[in-house]
């Protein structure tokens, strides 16, 4: 199955590689093809990373700072032909990640490989249970500092449980993911949940939820004083449930809350160690995998570049410049 996400249109040049050798001006990935902007974004946001770890003084954050300054800095694309001749499709074929939990690249694949796993396995669920209803769920707690962020992330975990096991709770499965984000003081932290749930039919008619008691609900299960702030909304019946996924999967952490500030950033990587970011639950379970992920799965589906084409294109991080820089095709 394609995923669109993981590819970008190339443009073709003369890749010749004679003619750009001994420091003649090589072509940047940019300039060649759309996906090269994407990813000289994201490479830029791992060196901006790398050097708040490598300025911490923290011997593990060191060892960080050591990982990913290694991080995808050599790409190798296969050039899919297109349909209009002379014009290819670029599919990532070959790098190394570093795999730290809040690398910008890392994370921006990682959301991409959840993306391409949930694509395939939706439509399944739709196909097994068609007359089932889809729920989008957001639930909320007030901001913490930052130095709070991992007692908070326990609460709304546990209090996500409790939810789970109650008479009331109408989902047969769900899918949830953990997003933090910066306060708009910028030092505290809002810590959320966003969750996907499959319904039976007869939700609506037998055990519908009310967005108040929806509330009363969560406040119980928090154990706490306040009324929390949460929406859910059911998703229309002709409506695809796939098309929720990017808001379900994206990233834990902004890419733009990551970079804002090294001592806000250390302190997350701190509170948020060890933390699980997207949890299958109920039926759901039998579909999704939540295996660790490999190195491939960060580049993508091997399977659909195998054998088209033999033709690559290698690229490579050009730090100073702050862009992936042509460096052969063969
Ligand atoms: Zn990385």
């Known amino acids: 199955m394609s995923t669109p996400a993981l590819h970008g249109n190339f443009i073709p040049v003369d890749l010749s590689p004679k003619k750009y050798s001994k420091g003649q001006d090589v072509p940047s990935l940019a300039e060649i093809a759309p996906t090269g902007k994407i990813w000289d974004k994201h490479r830029a946001n791992v060196d901006q990373i790398a050097y708040y770890y490598a300025t911490s003084g923290e011997d593990n954050f060191l060892e960080y700072a050591w990982r990913m300054r290694m991080c995808s800095e050599l790409l190798e694309f296969r050039l899919v032909p297109e349909e209009t001749e002379g014009i290819f499709e670029l599919k990532l074929s070959n790098a190394r990640f570093c795999r730290v939990r809040h690398c910008p690249v890392c994370q921006w694949r990682r959301a991409l490989m959840w993306k391409a796993r949930a694509y395939k396995t939706i439509p399944q669920v739709v196909a097994d249970y068609p007359k089932y209803r889809w729920l989008f769920i957001t639930l909320t707690v007030k901001n913490c500092q930052i130095k709070q962020l991992r007692e908070s992330l326990d609460e709304i975990n546990k209090a996500f449980k409790r939810l789970t096991e109650l008479k009331a709770w109408p989902a047969k499965?769900?899918?949830?993911?953990?997003?933090v984000t910066k306060g708009k003081d910028g030092i505290s932290a809002h810590p959320h949940l966003h969750i996907l749930a499959m319904v039976q039919p007869s939700y609506f008619s037998h055990g519908y939820i009310s967005h108040t008691k929806w509330v009363a609900l969560w406040q119980k299960c928090l154990r706490i004083d306040y009324q929390p702030v949460l929406h859910v909304s059911a998703i229309a019946k002709h409506h695809d449930p796939k098309q929720l996924i990017p808001e379900i999967l994206k990233y834990q952490v902004k890419e733009s809350d990551l970079v804002s500030g090294k001592?806000?950033?250390?302190?997350?990587?701190r509170q948020m160690h060890q933390t699980r970011a997207i949890a299958v639950g109920g039926i759901l379970r039998h579909y999704m995998r939540e295996l660790e992920e490999?190195?491939?799965?960060?580049?993508?589906d091997r399977e659909e570049i195998d054998e088209v084409d033999k033709r690559s294109l290698f690229v490579k991080w050009e730090r100073k410049l702050q862009r992936f820089k042509i460096?052969?095709?063969?």
């Open 173 to 179: 499965g769900w899918i949830k993911s953990i997003e």
């Open 263 to 269: 001592e806000w950033f250390l302190e997350l990587t």
């Open 294 to 300: 490999e190195n491939q799965d960060l580049i993508g």
């Open 327 to 330: 460096m052969s095709d063969t």
